[in-house]
Nanobody
Framework: QVQLVESGGGLVQAGGSLRLSCAAS????????MGWFRQAPGKEREFVAA????????YYADSVKGRFAISRDNAKNMAYLQMNSLKPEDTAVYYC??????????????????WGQGTQVTVSS
């Protein structure tokens, strides 16, 4: 059954903004770190951002630092990715994921047990 569902993707011009949402069903995000990854055609899935489940520490890829912001609403069981100053190189399918609680790194796909189906973000120049 689908447990994480992303939404909010679309086509935007360079310099624009999008807000991605990740809705969790049948599982809770409370107490778990949440992450966002992206995958462009022909490339490996890469880390974008993560938010710890305990002290709200955030982690960002260098390529998005200062432009993207990850957040969560535990009461709504949702996570978000605010993306500003978008660039054509941000074009990719974006995935949200819930991190497991037995690995240390936030940056690797192997640290996440539950994934959404992805939402397409396309940035035109």
């Amino acid at each position: 059954q689908v447990q994480l569902v992303e939404s909010g993707g679309g086509l935007v011009q360079a310099g624009g903004s999008l807000r991605l949402s990740c809705a969790a069903s049948t599982l809770t995000i409370r107490g778990y770190a949440m992450g966002w990854f992206r995958q462009a055609p022909g490339k490996e899935r890469e880390f974008v951002a993560a938010l710890s489940g305990s002290d709200s520490t955030t982690y960002y890829a260098d390529s998005v630092k200062g432009r993207f912001a990850i957040s969560r609403d535990n009461a709504k069981n949702m996570a978000y990715l605010q993306m500003n100053s978008l660039k054509p190189e941000d074009t990719a399918v974006y995935y949200c994921a819930r991190k497991n609680d037995y690995t240390v790194s936030y940056y690797y796909t192997e640290s996440y047990d539950y994934w959404g189906q992805g939402t397409q973000v396309t940035v035109s120049s």
